[in-house]
Structure formats: structure tokens, C-alpha cells
């Protein structure tokens, strides 16, 4: 089956849609509610539509191959507030590898505003877009086996919290007591697909 | 009550899972093989999407406190019924089954398939973790795999009687077919001549999460990173070594290996009687 450029058979029950703003255009995807479509799942620079067997794969992806992404929503979107206390174990080591004090690691990332791009690798865990570049440092080379719940970490050009204790290998910049998820509250996950976020420091 | 006197090597709650909630980070995780849950559910009167056991090879031993109406699907193999005078009845798969208070069923070693299914007349009545009382081996959502000596409630939720004796067993297969992409474009045709041609074997270090298969290995036409996107149960994810890892219903829901292909929706079901060491063939489909 060919199907328009950038659209892709992910099964016979899921298209995935290359974007480079994945957020938007799921969001985009989201409002056309459109029949037959069961979920929309943004990834960094795709979505994935999953649909139901009544849908038409190839009229669902000529229909998708269209749609403009909805703008990064700096109004509508929720804004949460994550207080941090800045005394992460891998803050002096982010601040050498960036050529930075640490006081200015501080400073950029709890200036910049974030949006979540998507979540993953657990409920809640939301990768996070809006990272200063001057903070961008590669992953530890050996994941830690244990990372506390709560812990504000950055990789790559993203930062997250960990929403529970799990493995992990990204740089810990501090830590918040924010819920950032509860099975039991609705909605779970503090950081949904396009949250906005602000880290603001507090003193232990 | 169903207490639980033996799990076996693995006993998990399970029922259809918590599919919608993947821009979250929650996997649909619920039964691996869906048709036999719904089987067995459908054999007791239940709700096909009614709460039930999920039992890794064989092993489990679970005694009824009081009557109860239950069914087993999913892998073939003995199922035995041993009353409190210790007199052992050999009983029928894929068929409505009486117990009295006290008679304590049993699950043998599977002669074929791996995940054996027990539905209860009413349902396991466990509180649900986001709408599901799965147990989601990879988040540890939902209730905890099952010990010696816990105690299961049985709900009252039927819909019917039961009014089917015997349930005709699935048909074997020979070879899963395989919807080629997303990214089948990162090992050419020849990746996929060779995903076809490759007879598969299943590795040991398989679960919930996900099917390894040993063999190949597959070879990339490109390099580079692909930035981590959306994955789904039966995506063929193929790591930098080139052996293929067939995402469960536990699986994470993104990741950053390339997905050559997808399994196709009928066919996930046989996934999950998937035996370690069996051999495998793959089809493509278009």
C-alpha cells in the first residue's frame, strides 16, 4: 500500500506520522476527532494514530498527510509550577562538563519555560522541550540502578522528573516534591502532553 | 474466595488492560493472549473483559473456599480437580467446570502454548488501578503477582449462564504475518527478505514485555539515531544487534530502536503460547 510521503503502517491497526513538531500535530489530530481513531500518541518527532478496523488506513493517512500542527500553546495550555531544591548528585559534574558554575546551571534551567513534547519509558515520565542548549549534556554512560522519585534530571536537549523510583541515566540537577504522578488521582500524570512547566528553586 | 495454593512460576490478574492511556506512559499491558481471557470468560458467563488468572507454564494450584463455577483456556495441557477426600479428577480445557468448597485445581505442564487462562464465575473482584485490576509486569501497575496463601474475592458480575459445553481448541498456525514499517525503510528489502526467510527462535529471556528472537541477525542499510517514537504490542524492535525483540502487552511505550515490522492484529493472541526454544517463521504481508 503506498500511502502519502511522511505517513507510515505502523500494523494494521496504526498509522505513524513523521513531524517535526510531533506535540502539535498530535494535538491537531486530537481536535479533528476523527472517526475510528482510538488514541493519538505523540514521540519526539512522530505520532502514532491508532485506529479501529472500521478505519481506512490509506484514507486515514491521506486525511493525516494534511494536518497542520495546532500552535505550541503558550496561552491555552496548563502551566504547572515544580518546586526544586537544586542539590542533585550530578550538578557539579553537569556544571564542568558545560563549562558553567553551578549556580548558573541553577539559573538556566529554572528560567527557561518547558513544554512536555511526550511521555514515556514509565506512566508520568514526560521528556520535557525547552532546554537552554548551553545545558545540553549526554546521558551517564552507566545508568544508576536506583533514582529517587522526585529527582529533576537532564539528557540531551530534555529534561524530566522522575516520577518514581526506577533505574535511570539521565544527570540529576535536584529534586521536587511534587506528585508528579498517583495512580489514584485524576488525572495521574502531572505532566501530560502539552503542559507547560516552570522549575522554581526553593532552600531545602 | 479462590485462595492460592501454588502459583506456579508466574500468576498474574489480568483482564483486557488499560489500552488509551499510552500518551501517559501506561502500556495496555492486560492479557497477553486477549481471545483465550475472553474465551474463558464467555465458558463461565462472565463479561468477556471480566478480571481472570494468567498463568505462566504449569504449576498453579488454586482452592475454592466455596462453589464455584471456572473455566482454563489459553495453552493446551492437563487441568486436574482434587477434592478434600484427596480423589484427583482429570477435567476438560476450554469447558465450564464445577467445584465444590475446598476442591483444589490444578494446572499441569502445557503439552503446547505457555499462558494458560482461569476465569471464575463473577470475575476476580480486585480494586482497579485506572480502570483495569491488571498487573503490568514492567510499571508494577496493579495488583502484585500472586503468592502462596493470598486470597482472591470473586465478584458477582454475570451476565448469563453458561450454555456452552465445550469450546472447539484454536487451529495452529504456521507462521505470524507481519505488516512491514514503520521503519522497514532503515534494513531495505534485504532486511526484509531475511526477516522472512529466518527461521526464528525464541529466546528464553522472554516475557511480558517482550519476545526475543534469536537468529539473523538483521542487518541496517543506514545508520544513525532514530528519535524515541511511539511503539506498539507486536512491533518487531530491532536493537543495534540486530536480533528481533516482539513487544508485548507490557512493552514500553515509546522507544528509540527502529520497528521493522508489526505483527498483525489477529495474530498477537499467539504471541503469547510463544515456548522458549520453538521455532518461528514470519510472513509479510501488504
Given amino acids: 500500500m503506498s500511502l502519502p510521503f511522511g505517513v507510515r503502517r505502523c500494523g494494521d491497526r496504526g498509522l505513524l506520522v513523521d513531524a517535526d513538531d510531533a506535540a502539535g500535530i498530535a494535538a491537531a489530530v486530537e481536535a479533528l476527532a476523527l472517526a475510528g481513531v482510538v488514541e493519538v500518541v505523540p514521540g519526539a518527532a512522530a505520532v502514532l494514530v491508532r485506529h479501529d478496523a472500521s478505519a481506512d488506513p490509506r484514507a486515514l493517512a491521506t486525511v493525516l498527510a494534511g494536518v497542520e500542527p495546532l500552535a505550541r500553546s503558550t496561552e491555552s495550555g496548563v502551566l504547572v509550577e515544580v518546586p526544586v531544591v537544586y542539590d542533585g548528585a550530578d550538578l557539579d559534574d553537569v556544571a564542568a562538563a558545560t563549562g558553567l558554575t553551578a549556580s548558573d546551571v541553577v539559573r538556566l534551567h529554572s528560567a527557561a519555560e518547558y513544554d512536555v513534547a511526550f511521555c514515556g519509558f514509565a506512566p508520568g515520565f514526560a521528556y520535557l522541550r525547552g532546554l537552554d542548549t548551553r545545558l545540553a549534556v549526554p546521558r551517564l554512560a552507566a545508568p544508576r540502578t536506583r533514582v529517587p522519585a522526585g529527582s529533576v534530571a537532564v539528557a540531551d536537549t530534555w529534561s524530566a522528573v522522575y516520577p518514581r523510583e526506577s533505574p535511570g541515566g539521565w544527570r540529576l540537577l535536584g529534586r521536587t516534591d511534587a506528585a508528579v504522578w498517583d495512580s489514584a488521582r485524576t488525572p495521574p500524570a502531572l505532566l501530560a502532553p502539552g503542559t507547560r512547566v516552570r522549575f522554581v528553586e526553593v532552600r531545602p | ?286
Avoid at chain 2, 101 to 112: M, R
Avoid at chain 2, 162 to 181: N, T, W, Y
Fill in chain 2, 1 to 286: 474466595m479462590i485462595e492460592v495454593v501454588a502459583p506456579g512460576p508466574l500468576a498474574l490478574v489480568e483482564d483486557l488492560g488499560r489500552p488509551g492511556l499510552a500518551a501517559i506512559g501506561v502500556a495496555r499491558s492486560g492479557a497477553f493472549d486477549r481471545g483465550s481471557l475472553r474465551l474463558a470468560n464467555r465458558l463461565v458467563g462472565n463479561d468477556e473483559g471480566a478480571a481472570g488468572i494468567e498463568a505462566l507454564a504449569g504449576g498453579l494450584a488454586l482452592r475454592a473456599t466455596v462453589p464455584l463455577v471456572v473455566a482454563v483456556t489459553g495453552a493446551d495441557g492437563p487441568v486436574t480437580v482434587r477434592g478434600p477426600s484427596r480423589a484427583v479428577r482429570q477435567m476438560p480445557r476450554r469447558s465450564p467446570l464445577h467445584l465444590a468448597a475446598d476442591d483444589v485445581l490444578e494446572l499441569g505442564a502445557p503439552s503446547t502454548g505457555l499462558r494458560s487462562y482461569v476465569a471464575v464465575r463473577g470475575g476476580i473482584a480486585l480494586r482497579r488501578t485506572l480502570g483495569s485490576a491488571s498487573f503490568d509486569t514492567m510499571s508494577r501497575l496493579g495488583p502484585a503477582p500472586l503468592a502462596v496463601g493470598d486470597r482472591l474475592p470473586v465478584g458477582c458480575a454475570v451476565l448469563g449462564t453458561p450454555h456452552v459445553d465445550h469450546a472447539p481448541a484454536r487451529p495452529a498456525a504456521p507462521a505470524l504475518r507481519v505488516l512491514p514499517g514503520p521503519r522497514d525503510d532503515w534494513f531495505g528489502e534485504a532486511g526484509l527478505a531475511a526477516l522472512a526467510g529466518t527461521e526464528w527462535a525464541v529466546s528464553p529471556a522472554s516475557d511480558r514485555v517482550g519476545v526475543r528472537l534469536d537468529g539473523g541477525p538483521l542487518a541496517r542499510a543506514r545508520s544513525g539515531e532514530l528519535p524515541s517514537e511511539p511503539m506498539v504490542p507486536g512491533a518487531l524492535q530491532v536493537p543495534p544487534g540486530g536480533r528481533p525483540v516482539l513487544l508485548g502487552p507490557d512493552g514500553p511505550t515509546t522507544g528509540g530502536y527502529p520497528v521493522i515490522g508489526v505483527v498483525v492484529d489477529a495474530d498477537l493472541d499467539r504471541v503469547a503460547q510463544l515456548r522458549p526454544g520453538e521455532l518461528l517463521r514470519l510472513t509479510i504481508v501488504r
